[in-house]
């Protein structure tokens, strides 16, 4: 039982480039979401889901996409990268009134 | 609008001292709050949580907080920190009554624990 895995657990790109963050869970939970880590800020929403086919945007959605076409993967998508997205991607399955259950994270570095 | 002030950044306490964790929060309906552990190059894991009932809450690893509604507070405690508690700690809240079955969390910006030897 993995739980919740996320690959890579590191990257570099260029500006303008793109790259999907692989999220896969093996723990049968609806809810899926991403969030960014970044010094002194916390943890914000990027993007979340409610179940396959419904995806909806959180507190910092702009520069990203994502789809949810199975109960199981939630891939993120940076479709032109930034310096700014330079940061930690974690990926969490959960709610609010739940356990969140994390990912190991994705370190991403945007140059 | 629901918000979390986590006011310590870094928190240095020695070996087998009492720690405590500030936790404040902001919301205009009732709130479910939680705090994380992160570890280093980890991900987040769950302490503890209060949904509601006891306002004391006891978590993994020794640590309990305590819910205050008056103050808005649910500061995190633990009476002797261990070298192993070293990590940075997360406190979030959410609401019941957001529509949609996704309830948000909305998380602080983490208060580092440093246990020193």
């Known amino acids: 039982n993995a739980g919740v895995t996320q690959t890579p657990k590191f990257q570099v790109l260029k500006t303008g480039q793109s790259m999907t963050l692989q999220c896969a869970q093996d723990m049968n939970h609806e809810y899926m979401s991403w969030y960014r880590q970044d010094p002194g800020m916390g943890l914000r929403l990027i993007h979340y889901?409610?179940?396959?086919?419904?995806?909806d945007q959180g507190e910092v959605p702009n520069g990203y996409n994502v789809s949810r076409s199975t109960t199981e993967d939630f891939p993120l998508r940076l479709l032109s990268a930034a310096p700014s997205q330079t940061s930690v991607y974690f990926c969490?399955?959960?709610?609010?009134?739940?356990?969140?259950?994390f990912g190991q994270g994705t370190r991403l570095t945007v140059v | 609008a629901q918000s979390v002030t986590q006011l310590d950044s870094q928190v240095p306490v020695f070996e087998e001292a009492p720690v405590e964790l500030r936790c404040n929060y902001s919301s205009s309906v009732s709130v479910y709050l939680f705090w994380y552990v992160q570890y280093p190059n980890q991900g987040l894991q769950l302490l503890l949580k209060?949904?509601?009932?006891?306002?004391l809450v006891k978590g993994i690893n020794g640590f309990e907080a305590e819910f205050n509604k008056s103050q808005t507070s649910f500061h995190l405690r633990k009476p002797s920190v261990h070298i192993s508690d070293t990590a940075e700690y997360f406190c979030?809240?959410?609401?019941?009554?957001?529509?949609?079955?996704?309830?948000?969390?909305?998380f602080g910006t983490g208060t580092k624990l440093q246990v020193i030897p």
């Open positions: 969490a399955t959960g709610t609010g009134v739940t356990e969140a259950f």
């Open positions: 209060y949904l509601s009932g006891s306002t």
């Open positions: 889901s409610v179940g396959a086919g419904i995806t």
């Open positions: 979030a809240v959410s609401s019941p009554w957001n529509s949609g079955g996704y309830q948000k969390v909305t």
